[in-house]
């Protein structure tokens, strides 16, 4: 009787995304684990993707909010605001 291999593909890459120290993911790393993850049937393995998933979610999925939490002057559409005193334009004093 013969035996049949099989050569998967995915558990190498897991692998490889798991192995890799977080402080040196990126962006594409992420990308690579929400596109793997609903491929693999191991629990185990699963798990740690979660987990790495989470972190590097934490470090790169998120949108960024710079500034305090108090509401914003309304600006245009590309208008960016950087310090100054609210209500004064160019040219105005204090």
Same mark, same amino acid.
């Given at each position: 009787?013969?035996? %049949?291999?099989?050569?998967?593909?995915?558990?190498?890459?897991?692998?490889?995304? *798991?192995?890799?120290?977080?402080?040196?993911?990126?962006?594409?790393?992420?990308?690579?684990? +929400?596109?793997?993850?609903?491929?693999?049937?191991?629990?185990? %393995?699963?798990?740690?993707?979660?987990? *790495? +998933?989470?972190?590097?979610?934490?470090?790169?999925?998120?949108?960024?909010?710079?500034?305090?939490?108090?509401? %914003? %002057?309304?600006?245009?559409?590309?208008?960016?605001?950087? #310090?100054?005193?609210?209500?004064? #334009?160019?040219? +105005?004093?204090?």
């Amino acid at each position: 009787m013969g035996s %049949v291999g099989i050569r998967d593909e995915i558990l190498p890459v897991a692998r490889e995304l *798991l192995r890799r120290p977080p402080a040196h993911g990126d962006p594409q790393q992420l990308r690579k684990v +929400q596109e793997l993850l609903p491929r693999i049937g191991d629990p185990a %393995v699963r798990d740690a993707l979660r987990r *790495l +998933q989470y972190g590097l979610e934490e470090r790169f999925g998120h949108d960024i909010g710079l500034g305090s939490a108090r509401p %914003v %002057v309304a600006g245009g559409a590309t208008d960016i605001a950087l #310090g100054g005193e609210r209500g004064l #334009g160019e040219g +105005q004093e204090r």
